[in-house]
């Protein structure tokens, strides 16, 4: 049977900011609206994809968000020499329609103020775009006495230049269109 242009899966890697991660990118989504990180194979239970990741023996993380899958892999090995297999390796997984994350039930959110769901916006439209793009992701955690708390996900958990991007660009931003903005700090995941 002829398979139909819109039937074939790709998958491409592409470089992060952080030499450790690789973002590999499909034509598929494979967590819309939604973003799953895990720090270890203890975190991975509900990921099957991440799972089978963790089972090889150089992954030290892996992070799932929209079309592409982060993976962290141990500074012992080269990316030349895992890329091929990785490619491999997610393209089977998506043709034969594995489950990527076991669906989580939803969490009420607590109420929110104004300056809260500006900071979000903020994040959503100026800081998740490029922090994708780097194979990671970004979430609100908190805003308590001038202090925005983030989480860092993805390759950008452990980038040698997440710190000055979190300082210099984030907090920036966030200063100058939220004054009641004090600094920004990251939680650790």
Request: glycine fraction near 4%; proline fraction near 4%.
């Amino acid at each position: 049977m002829e398979k139909n242009i819109n039937d074939i899966v790709t998958v491409y890697a592409e470089a992060t900011p952080n030499p450790e991660s690789m973002k590999f990118v499909a034509n598929r989504m494979l967590l819309p609206n939604d973003s799953a990180d895990f720090r270890n194979k203890e975190l991975a239970e509900n990921s099957l994809l991440a799972k089978a990741l963790f089972e090889m023996n150089f992954v030290q993380g892996v992070f799932i968000m929209n079309n592409f899958v982060s993976v962290t892999k141990n500074a012992e090995y080269e990316w030349y020499d895992l890329i091929p297999d990785l490619r491999n390796f997610f393209t089977e997984w998506i043709e034969d329609g594995k489950e990527i994350v076991n669906p989580k039930t939803e969490l009420t959110e607590e109420e929110e103020t104004e300056i809260e769901r500006k900071i979000k916006q903020l994040l959503e439209d100026h800081v998740r775009p490029a922090v994708e793009m780097d194979g990671g992701a970004i979430d609100f955690k908190s805003f308590k006495d001038g202090i925005v708390t983030v989480q860092l996900k993805g390759s950008c958990s452990g980038c040698p230049s997440s710190t000055m991007t979190l300082k210099s660009g984030i907090e920036n931003l966030l200063k100058r269109m939220v004054p009641e903005v004090i600094s920004v700090e990251a939680e650790s995941v």
